[in-house]
């Protein structure tokens, strides 16, 4: 049996929404120590809506494919959505991960999250402490 699914292969051969936005609304970075896999998300957020996303992963492909996926999951999606998405719904659409793969959709998510929460301290938009309580933690 293949280690990874076709669809993880294709999003690591290419990968969708790669590359920085300069004037980003909201930039999470994420790092895991262990794996050295280091992923950066770039959000453009316009009217609560996430416009446009791009990533940069410094990873193995899984990881590549996480945030590729992650990112299309949540491409033109309002934010209240994008926060709902969780490392499982990224692995179920990349039809399955590793198991010991399965932190590279924990980084993607926790980036996304980690991006989130920038816009929001940079606008001075209030949330709820709790909601970003998991993803405060430090990967180093």
Known sequence: MALYSDTVMEHFRNPRNVGVIEDADGVGEVGNA?????????????????TDVKFE?????SA???????????KGKPLSEAMQLTNKA???ALDGLPAHKLHCSVLAEEAIMAAIKDYYDKNGIEYDEDTFKKYSHSHS
């Open 57 to 61: 992963t410094f990873g193995c492909g």
């Open 90 to 92: 990224v692995a179920e």
């Open 64 to 74: 590549i494919a996480s945030s590729s996926m992650a990112t299309e999951l949540i």
């Open 34 to 50: 262990a794996c050295g896999d280091i992923m950066k998300i770039y959000l453009k957020i316009d009217d609560g809506i996430i």
